[in-house]
């Protein structure tokens, strides 16, 4: 049973900083690409930032670009959000999510097969 686990949402200042995790259990965490997807209210969910299975290569949507950065740790089957410099718009629910195999991180959240619960992350202003 594949479970993914997210935590360190919260509620922030714009201008703060959150990190989110995401533990991964019942599959095969070292060989798969993940990534972060957010959901605001009244919109589609979108992709943040995504991570190869090794971590040599990383992926950011254009309006995160400088301010967040994904990595992991196949150690401890567990994939990471740093937040900084965080606005407004950054409010959503996110998810962390899994790519089957090895696959190339993408944008398209319909090629993510497994999902986590989100965690809500609030930015005031």
């Known amino acids: 049973q594949v479970q993914l686990v997210e935590s360190g949402g919260g509620l922030v200042q714009a201008g703060g900083s959150l990190r989110l995790s995401c533990v991964v259990s019942?599959?095969?965490?070292?060989?798969?690409?993940m990534a972060w997807l957010r959901q605001a209210p009244g919109k589609e969910r979108e992709f943040v930032a995504g991570?190869?299975?090794?971590?040599?290569?990383?992926t950011y949507a254009d309006s995160v670009k400088g301010r967040f950065t994904i990595s992991r740790d196949n150690a401890k089957n567990t994939v990471y959000l740093q937040m900084n410099s965080l606005k407004p718009e950054d409010t959503a629910v996110y998810y962390c999510?899994?790519?089957?195999?090895?696959?190339?991180?993408?944008?398209?959240?319909?090629?993510?097969?497994?999902w986590g619960q989100g965690t809500q992350v609030t930015v005031s202003s």
């Open positions: 019942g599959l095969t965490f070292s060989v798969s690409t």
């Open positions: 999510a899994t790519l089957p195999g090895s696959l190339a991180v993408t944008p398209d959240r319909w090629h993510y097969d497994y």
């Open positions: 991570i190869s299975w090794s971590g040599g290569s990383t």
